[in-house]
């Protein structure tokens, strides 16, 4: 039931991109997207709803293809204060579930 | 409050003894998530409320775990008879939801800072 996230862990130089991906065996209604950095809660990036739908948040971005069943959150240029673990959230259709991805951390260096 | 508060931030309890973590959700929101967050992974939905109607327990893991919000603001999530494996961060979120919604689009959840418990 719980989301797969690719990759696990990923380290990059502060400029480079990256691209995390969310995989469900389930049909989804949404997906949501998380950071949560060490000791903290996760806080809310943006949420995707439509099949195809893609939203923008400052230099983060994300896709949905509802067909596949898959998000995939780009972070573009990425900044020190990128640094964290990300954390899909999806929603299925069929009844009142709601998961977390299995969790992608993510550190930025100088 | 501005956001949604956990307490306490800290509880370490012996084996076998009773705990009740509270979770102060932002004023006027619905819907409340209770999730468990074991070291190193993401978080585990417990337990789901709509106002005071408790819609969703499938994810609490034993009869030992008991949620309640009789006013449809303030939870509790209650412990009883805590093991080991039952050391965890505990997470509250409440989000705006709706008649029949989770997570909808413009309801965000908004997580508390949580609550880390620890069995020994």
């Known amino acids: 039931q719980q989301p797969v996230q690719s990759p696990q862990a990923v380290i990059l130089r502060e400029g480079e991109d990256a691209v995390i991906n969310c995989s469900s065996s389930?049909?989804?209604?949404?997906v949501h997207w998380y950071r949560q950095k060490h000791g903290e809660a996760p806080v809310f990036l943006m949420i995707l709803l439509k099949g195809g739908e893609q939203k923008g948040h400052e230099k983060i971005s994300a896709s949905f293809n509802e067909k596949k069943q898959q998000s995939s959150l780009y972070l573009t240029a990425s900044q020190l204060s990128y640094s964290g673990t990300y954390f899909c959230g999806t929603e299925v259709y069929t009844g009142n579930q709601f998961y977390f991805g299995t969790g992608t951390s993510l550190t930025v260096i100088p | 409050g501005a956001g949604v508060s956990q307490s306490p931030r800290y509880k370490v309890a012996k084996r076998g003894q009773d705990v009740a973590l509270r979770c102060d959700p932002i004023?006027?929101?619905?819907?409340l998530f209770w999730y468990q967050q074991a070291l190193g992974q993401g978080p585990e939905f417990l337990t789901y409320f709509q106002n005071e109607a408790q819609l969703d327990k499938s994810g609490l893991p034993s009869d030992r775990f008991f949620a309640e919000r009789p006013e449809g603001s303030v939870s509790t999530l209650k412990i009883q008879r805590t093991q080991q494996e039952d050391s965890a961060v505990y997470l509250c979120?409440?989000?705006?939801?709706?008649?029949?919604?989770?997570?909808?689009?413009?309801?965000?959840?908004?997580f508390g800072q949580g609550t880390r418990l620890t069995v020994v």
């Open positions: 979120a409440s989000s705006l939801g709706g008649q029949g919604s989770r997570f909808r689009s413009g309801t965000e959840a908004f």
């Open positions: 389930k049909a989804l209604y949404s």
């Open positions: 004023s006027g929101h619905v819907s």
